[in-house]
């Protein structure tokens, strides 16, 4: 079980914030500015996971659906762009609440449900979104569509630098997880989990568990989206894959593989599996045999996670 | 009219079909609250083992037969190395482990048999049509229709019938108590899941010469199987039947019918283009409605 009291220490959290503002300075001094591009999508899927473990982890709701939120974000900034609006300013905010509201009515529905029914109607909704933006053919259908360029930043910053989206992706990543840290610790925080471990006694005491858990899996689902506008982004192209299953099931691999119910979770397991994939992929050709025994390794090895290894070692 | 009946037909066939997939899936969810992810790939292995078996032997009989043992087989191994460990833990370890087999089963297969699809050819008997009061109708659908129903019935009585089937049912209604009675959970737990993965290769076989036989097979109908499941109720067989009948007419029907309905109101390629999508998405909505209104399903096994 992971801890209740989860808060980054300053100083460590300065000393990470500084390397990873320092990163890309040495990618580009050893010639490997490819890294730069790696480590930007390693913290947009490091949002999304850690949005996802706001609701796996601290509420304990197993959505198998959250990708739909992703693909949510991603389109809005796609279709927007497409009607001609570039400014993202506009567009990765309605990419927010969009996503946000989609989380409201899927969340309104599926909460009535309980464990196993809860992941399948989440991933029940997903579905049903992959398949609605397959059948677009306005925005590309299957193939999905092409960006013509990435979203226009504010102050004169230019996106299309992959140095500066760098560096936009990192300030987004980082004020998400201080706020995530300040809601996971603040009262909703803990009222959040303590209906993870006794719903029951929470309605008993008064508290009002639905709506509670509606507020996460709509702070979740936006953030998601969020992160949706950043890969929509990145990709430079937007695709009903986005929202198809196995990608939801990546999110969950990569907040399982870091830790559930971790505050850091989401980010070392976003880190962790991209990491991977991307060494083995460079490695062989049939990366995914052992991408699958690694993974499998790391069910049976380190239980709840990388992060529990750490907490396990750090306790004795 | 005949296409009515032909869709209606293909509908019987593919729900069938599921059910093969869905019967072992929901004993597994049932009897032993596991999540398993990897029960596509054992679909995906009995299609290729079936196809890289029906050259060398000659007869698709032999090679399907063959493919179902070694799935079978497969399956009971897997369960005894690896998938056992995982009874007592959470789901999430569950998911992540099944889905871990899936990476693994996928390219195991890839390495094998390459990433191109392959073909099944129809077994020579079965190629032809044959005439259902007027109708022209694939003998080998109906031959698939037939194999179904059998299986079908067959784990019927096997389930409601046999002291083993009590078995099964007992421990799909309380573990617990099953075990205190006296019953081998353990090998219980090894040979339902070998009969699962021979139900699966069952599929596997009949849908390869009707579907491609390509990596990533076993995900696309994973997921309707899991769909069936829930509807029916974790655990029910009869349930299964229920929902993987409602799930097989609702995807054939919207097919097929649909797009004719919409050709009434809309252009005919925005209809061709609405209906599969429309049957993809009722398929869900059906689920939804389901979980809505009766969330244990149709046939809930736990009393």
Redesign the interface.
Known sequence: MAPLDQILSRRTGAVLLALAVAFPLGADWLGQGFYVDLAARIMIFALAASSLNLV?GFGGM?CFGHAAFLGIGAYTVAILMDAGVDAAWIAWPAATAVAALAAWLIGT?SL??????F???T???A??LY??F??L?AYG?DDGMPLAARSALPFGLDASSDLTFYYVVLAILALAMWLMQRLVNARFGRALQAIRENETRMEAIGYPVFRIKLAAFVIAGGAAGLAGALVANQAGMVSPGLMY??QS?SL??MV??GG?GYLYGGVVGAALLLVAEEYLSGLTL????P??????A???YA?NGALSLATRWRHG | MSTVIEAALNGVQFGLMLFLLAAGLTLVFGIMDMINLAHGSLYMFGAYLTAALVEPTGSFLLAMLVALLATAAIGMLLEMTVLRTLYQRDHLSQVLATFALILIGNEVVRMIWGPQPRRLALPELFSGPVDLAGIQYPSYRLLVIGVGLAVALLLYLVVARTRGGMWVRAGASNREMATVMGVDIKRLFTLVFGLGALLCAVAGALLGPLLSVQVGMGESILILAFVVVVIGGIGSIRGALAGSLMVGMVDTVGRTLVPGALGTVFSPSVASNLGPTLASILIYVLMAAVLFWKPQGLFPARG
């Open positions: 796996m197993v529905v009535r449900t309980r464990v196993v029914y992941i399948m109607i991933l029940a909704f579905q049903m398949y609605v397959v059948s053919n259908g299953w196995t099931g969950m691999i399982i593989l559930v049939y990366w995914q045999l991408l699958g025994i690694l993974l499998l790391a069910v049976l239980r």
